[in-house]
Each structure stands twice: as C-alpha cells, then as structure tokens.
C-alpha cells in the first residue's frame, strides 16, 4: 500500500515538474516573441509619425530657402523623399 502512495506521490510530481518546463518554454518564447515585436514596432515608425517627420523636415528647407510662398508642394515632396531614403537606410 505505502509503495502504491509512494508511486502515485512520484507519478504527479514528475507531471507537475513536466508541466512546468512546459510552461516555462512557452512563456520564454512568449517573451521571445514579444521582444521581437517590440523590436519592429521601434524600427517601423507610425504613418503619424512619418507625416510628423515629413511636416519638421519640410519645415527646415522652408526656412533655409529663405521662407519662399510658391513652393509649398516642391518642399513637401523633396522632405518626403529625404525622408524616405533616411527610413530605408534603418
């Protein structure tokens, strides 16, 4: 009888161990993933972002062609595409 306990006994601690690295891999790569979702979201800036980006750079090249009215849409096209080639290189 005692054996049989102690058998069972072993038996669910050997489960509850099992269950335990289990769970552990699991929430390792849990955080793995996480980690690395975290990683992209700070590599790929957001669409408000990049327009905020666009808006400041194209705001610095207004001021350094010394403040020109007719070429609003000039500007904002070559801020873009500084921009995008600065995103492309990260």
């Known amino acids: 009888m005692m054996v049989v306990k102690r058998k069972r006994i072993v038996k669910s601690v050997k489960k509850a161990v099992t269950k335990t690295k ?18 992209a979201q700070e590599l790929q800036p957001t669409i408000e972002q990049i327009s905020e980006y666009i808006q400041t750079r194209a705001y610095y090249i ?21 921009i995008m080639i600065q995103l492309k290189k990260k």
């Open 22 to 39: 289990a769970n552990s891999r699991v929430k390792t790569k849990v955080s793995e993933k996480k980690e690395h979702f975290t990683e």
């Open 62 to 82: 207004w001021k350094q062609m010394d403040k020109p009215g007719n070429k609003d849409l000039d500007i904002w096209i070559k801020a873009e595409k500084q």
